[in-house]
C-alpha cells in the first residue's frame, strides 16, 4: 500500500529546502570535490549522483552529467531524474562517479555504491564527501542541545548520519578497490560564527514547521522545542563557546580488466 503524505510532512520538507538551499547553491567544486579533482581529466565522463543545484557539477573536469531526484536545469550541464539506486545508465559507463552529501540520506547506502560500481568503467575513480553527526563537539556542554541532536535526528525517515565512518568499509564491499579516506576538521569557535551558528541551530527549534512535525511524530512538544531554542541562545553568547565537527571524504577505484 502506498503510503499517504500528511500535509505536515511536506510542509517540514519544504521547510528544509528553504533553510538549507542557499548553502547548498554556494558550494563549490574546490570547496567540496577539491580531493576527488586531481583524478579528473577533460575527456572523462563524470556523473554526479545528487547533484541538487549543480553549484559543484559544473565546477567537476570532464563531460559531466547530473542526475537527482528532483532534477532541476543546470546550464552547461544535462540532468537526469532518477535514483541513484536505479541508475539508468548502461554497465561500465563512467570514467568518474561522485557523490557529496547524499548517502547520509539514503536508506541502503551499499545498493548505491554497488549501482555506481556497475556503471564505472575499469579504472573508473570514485568520490564521495559525507558527514558524521557522531563527530559533534560542542563546548560548554547542555543537555539540552544534546537532546536536540535527538530530536533532529529522530524525525528523519531514512538514512545515517555518521555514514561517513563506514565509507571505506561500504566502498570496499561495493567492490571499489585501494579505496582512501581522509578528514577535515571544522571549528566554530570566532564570535561572528558561534553567533551564527547559534541563530542557525536555534531556528531550526523555532520554526512552526519543525514544531508542528515533532509534535505530529510524538517526538517532542513546543515546550521543549523552546527550550532546546533557548538553550542555543545562551551557548552563543557564552564566552568560551565552540564547535568542531569532522567531514569525511573518500575516494576508491574500480579494478581494471
Given at each position: 500500500?502506498?503510503?499517504?503524505?500528511?500535509e505536515?510532512?511536506?510542509?517540514?520538507?519544504?521547510?528544509?529546502?528553504?533553510?538549507h538551499?542557499p548553502?547548498?547553491?554556494?558550494?563549490?567544486?574546490?570547496?567540496?570535490?577539491?580531493?576527488l579533482?586531481?583524478?579528473?581529466?577533460?575527456?572523462m565522463?563524470?556523473?554526479?549522483?545528487?547533484?541538487?543545484?549543480?553549484?559543484i557539477?559544473?565546477?567537476?573536469?570532464?563531460?559531466?552529467?547530473?542526475?537527482?531526484?528532483?532534477?532541476?536545469?543546470?546550464?552547461g550541464?544535462?540532468?537526469?531524474?532518477?535514483?541513484?539506486s536505479?541508475?539508468?545508465?548502461?554497465?561500465?559507463?563512467?570514467?568518474?562517479?561522485?557523490?557529496?552529501?547524499?548517502?547520509?540520506?539514503?536508506?541502503?547506502?551499499?545498493?548505491?555504491?554497488?549501482?555506481?560500481?556497475?556503471?564505472?568503467k575499469?579504472?573508473?575513480?570514485?568520490?564521495?564527501?559525507?558527514?558524521?553527526?557522531?563527530?559533534?563537539?560542542?563546548?560548554?556542554?547542555?543537555?539540552?542541545?544534546?537532546?536536540?541532536?535527538?530530536?533532529?535526528?529522530?524525525?528523519?525517515?531514512?538514512?545515517?548520519?555518521?555514514?561517513?565512518?563506514?565509507?571505506?568499509?561500504l566502498?570496499?564491499?561495493?567492490?571499489?578497490?585501494?579505496?582512501?579516506?581522509?578528514?577535515?576538521?571544522?571549528?566554530?569557535?570566532?564570535?561572528?560564527?558561534?553567533?551564527?551558528?547559534?541563530?542557525?541551530?536555534?531556528?531550526?527549534?523555532?520554526?512552526?514547521?519543525?514544531?508542528?512535525?515533532?509534535?505530529?511524530l510524538?517526538?517532542?512538544?513546543?515546550?521543549?522545542?523552546?527550550?532546546?531554542?533557548?538553550?542555543?541562545k545562551?551557548?552563543?553568547?557564552?564566552?568560551?563557546?565552540?564547535?568542531?565537527?569532522?567531514?569525511f571524504?573518500?575516494?576508491?577505484?574500480?579494478?581494471?580488466?
Amino acid at each position: 500500500m502506498m503510503r499517504v503524505v500528511t500535509e505536515v510532512e511536506l510542509d517540514y520538507s519544504d521547510f528544509l529546502r528553504r533553510r538549507h538551499g542557499p548553502a547548498h547553491s554556494r558550494r563549490t567544486a574546490e570547496g567540496w570535490a577539491a580531493f576527488l579533482l586531481p583524478h579528473l581529466r577533460p575527456e572523462m565522463l563524470v556523473l554526479d549522483i545528487g547533484c541538487g543545484p549543480g553549484s559543484i557539477t559544473v565546477g567537476l573536469t570532464g563531460r559531466v552529467i547530473g542526475l537527482d531526484l528532483a532534477p532541476i536545469s543546470i546550464e552547461g550541464v544535462p540532468v537526469v531524474g532518477a535514483s541513484g539506486s536505479a541508475l539508468p545508465f548502461a554497465s561500465s559507463s563512467f570514467d568518474g562517479i561522485y557523490l557529496n552529501a547524499v548517502l547520509q540520506h539514503v536508506a541502503d547506502a551499499g545498493a548505491m555504491l554497488r549501482e555506481a560500481r556497475r556503471v564505472a568503467k575499469p579504472g573508473a575513480v570514485i568520490g564521495i564527501g559525507d558527514a558524521d553527526w557522531g563527530t559533534r563537539v560542542i563546548h560548554p556542554h547542555d543537555s539540552r542541545m544534546a537532546r536536540g541532536q535527538q530530536i533532529q535526528e529522530a524525525v528523519l525517515t531514512s538514512g545515517n548520519v555518521r555514514i561517513g565512518r563506514e565509507l571505506r568499509g561500504l566502498l570496499t564491499g561495493a567492490g571499489f578497490d585501494n579505496v582512501n579516506i581522509e578528514v577535515q576538521g571544522r571549528a566554530v569557535a570566532s564570535d561572528a560564527a558561534v553567533r551564527h551558528m547559534g541563530v542557525f541551530e536555534g531556528s531550526w527549534f523555532q520554526a512552526p514547521e519543525a514544531v508542528a512535525y515533532v509534535t505530529h511524530l510524538g517526538i517532542s512538544d513546543a515546550d521543549e522545542m523552546e527550550n532546546i531554542a533557548a538553550a542555543w541562545k545562551k551557548w552563543s553568547s557564552h564566552a568560551s563557546a565552540c564547535s568542531t565537527d569532522v567531514w569525511f571524504t573518500a575516494i576508491g577505484w574500480a579494478s581494471p580488466e
